[in-house]
């Protein structure tokens, strides 16, 4: 009964001890590009950073910040991940897509 009660508890603190909080995911210097849905303003390319953390995107730049919390995903945005790209889509005001590797891919 001991030894069981021993090697739950050590058990139990080993994984207490493997468990690492989540960390962010953050992508510095990365390019994003700002399309409005009205067509009359041109579209926009700026360097940007990009982080996420349990879900929720964060893009900051010297100029503009977004906000994509992962509770809203479907009712306020869209989100399309692709090998090359991120891309945001907030219907009738927006897109945003971030090349993390800095640059568009070749077509």
Not at 32 to 43: F, G, Q, W, Y
Request: charged share 25%.
């Amino acid at each position: 009964m001991i030894s069981t009660t021993v090697t739950t508890a050590a058990a139990a603190l080993a994984l207490m001890v493997l468990h690492t909080p989540a960390q962010a995911d953050t992508v510095k210097d990365a390019l994003c590009e700002l399309s409005r849905a009205d067509t009359s303003i041109p579209t926009e390319e700026f360097r940007c950073d990009f982080s996420q953390f349990q879900g929720n995107a964060y893009i900051d730049s010297n100029r503009w910040a977004f906000k994509f919390p992962y509770a809203e995903q479907g009712k306020t945005f869209r989100r399309q991940a692709t090998e090359d790209f991120l891309r945001f889509y907030r219907d009738g005001q927006y897109t945003l897509t971030i090349y993390q590797s800095g640059r568009k891919p070749k077509p």
